[in-house]
T-cell receptor, first 113, second 109 residues
Framework: DAGVIQSPRHEVTEMGQEVTLRCKPI?????LFWYRQTMMRGLELLIY????????DSGMPEDRFSAKMPNASFSTLKIQPSEPRDSAVYFC???????????FGPGTRLTVT | TQLLEQSPQFLSIQEGENLTVYCNSS?????LQWYRQEPGEGPVLLVT?????EVKKLKRLTFQFGDARKDSSLHITAAQPGDTGLYLC?????????FGKGTLLTVNP
C-alpha cells in the first residue's frame, strides 16, 4: 500500500494568493482528517470527513479555509486568500472503519510570504 | 477542550541512556495514544492505552497509563540514535483527537 499521499510537499506563495493542498487517502479507509502543525500550537485538527461527508469542521480557523472530498480517493484543503500566519505543515490522515489508528501523510510545508 | 501537557519539551541524551517523558492532563481520557514523528514525515502510531494502570511494552519502549486515566508516561531503555524524533501523546474522542505539543528527543551516538 502506498500510504496517504499528499501534494505538493512544499508550497511557497505570496500573501493573498490561493493555495490548494491535495490528499489521497489509503484505499478502503472511510475517514479523512486534515491537521495543521506549528511550533506554537502543535498539531491541530482542522476538519474530519466520514464517507466523504464533512462531519466536524469546528477546527477550521476562519472562512478563508475550505475543504472538500468529492470522492473516496481525493480531498482538498483550500486557503483563499492566504496570509503569512497560515504558514505551517498541513497533514492529511485517514482511518479505516475497524481500526483506531490514523495513518498520516508526509505533510505539505506551506510558507506564505 | 481537553488539554495535554507534555514534558520535557526538549531532551538530548547519549546513546545507551534511559529516559522518561510525560503526558499530563486535568481531564480523564478513555484512552491515550503515543505517536513518533520523524523530521519531514507525519506522526506514526506507537501504542494505544485504554485501561487505567495499563502497561504496554514495545521492544525497549514502555508505556504506562495512569490509574486515574489523566496521565501517561513513555520510558525508553538504552536509547539509540534511531529513537530520535518528536514524541506526541493524543487523546479524546476517536474522531476528534487532541495532541500534546510533544517532546523532541535527540539521541546522540
Amino acid at each position: 500500500d502506498a500510504g496517504v499521499i499528499q501534494s505538493p510537499r512544499h508550497e511557497v506563495t505570496e500573501m493573498g494568493q490561493e493555495v490548494t493542498l491535495r490528499c489521497k487517502p489509503i484505499s478502503g479507509h472511510n475517514s479523512l482528517f486534515w491537521y495543521r502543525q506549528t511550533m506554537m500550537r502543535g498539531l491541530e485538527l482542522l476538519i474530519y470527513f466520514n464517507n466523504n461527508v464533512p462531519i466536524d469542521d469546528s477546527g477550521m480557523p476562519e472562512d478563508r479555509f475550505s475543504a472538500k472530498m468529492p470522492n473516496a480517493s481525493f480531498s482538498t484543503l483550500k486557503i483563499q486568500p492566504s496570509e503569512p500566519r497560515d504558514s505551517a505543515v498541513y497533514f492529511c490522515a485517514s482511518e479505516g472503519t475497524d481500526s483506531y489508528e490514523q495513518y498520516f501523510g508526509p505533510g505539505t510545508r506551506l510558507t506564505v510570504t | 477542550t481537553q488539554l495535554l501537557e507534555q514534558s520535557p519539551q526538549f531532551l538530548s541524551i547519549q546513546e545507551g541512556e534511559n529516559l522518561t517523558v510525560y503526558c499530563n492532563s486535568s481531564s480523564v481520557f478513555s484512552s491515550l495514544q503515543w505517536y513518533r514523528q520523524e523530521p519531514g514525515e507525519g506522526p506514526v502510531l506507537l501504542v494505544t492505552v485504554v485501561t487505567g494502570g495499563e502497561v504496554k511494552k514495545l521492544k525497549r519502549l514502555t508505556f504506562q497509563f495512569g490509574d486515574a486515566r489523566k496521565d501517561s508516561s513513555l520510558h525508553i531503555t538504552a536509547a539509540q540514535p534511531g529513537d530520535t524524533g518528536l514524541y506526541l501523546c493524543a487523546g479524546g474522542p476517536r474522531y476528534k483527537l487532541t495532541f500534546g505539543k510533544g517532546t523532541l528527543l535527540t539521541v546522540n551516538p
